[in-house]
Nanobody, 111 residues
């Protein structure tokens, strides 16, 4: 059974930081590219950041320089360090990999 389980969300003031984690099971983590997406209230789910199996990264323009994606293959975990948060970063953050989605973790940024 495939599971992607996100954690690390919460309520933070503008300018603050969080580290989101996604632990994968049931997939061959090391060969899969992994990604983070987010969905703001009333909006579509959008790409935030991705990392390939060999560590290459890419980001949405809106988060470049503020967010960092990384992976720790020994722990089947992908991280998203989110910094300099803005109210418009509020949303449910979803982990994606191996054609599967996690259930998301909510990030709320107060102004």
């Amino acid at each position: 059974q495939v599971q992607l389980v996100e954690s690390g969300g919460g309520l933070v003031q503008a300018g603050g930081s969080l580290r989101l984690s996604c632990v994968a099971s049931g997939i061959t983590f090391t060969i899969n590219a992994m990604g983070w997406y987010r969905q703001a209230p009333g909006k579509q789910r959008d790409f935030v950041a991705g990392i390939t199996s060999d560590g290459r990264t890419n980001y949405a323009d809106s988060v470049k320089g503020r967010f960092t994606i990384s992976r720790e293959n020994a722990k089947n975990t992908v991280y998203l360090q989110v910094s300099s948060l803005k109210p418009e970063d509020t949303g449910v953050y979803y982990c994606y990999g191996g054609a599967y989605w996690g259930k998301g973790t909510l990030v709320t940024v107060s102004s």
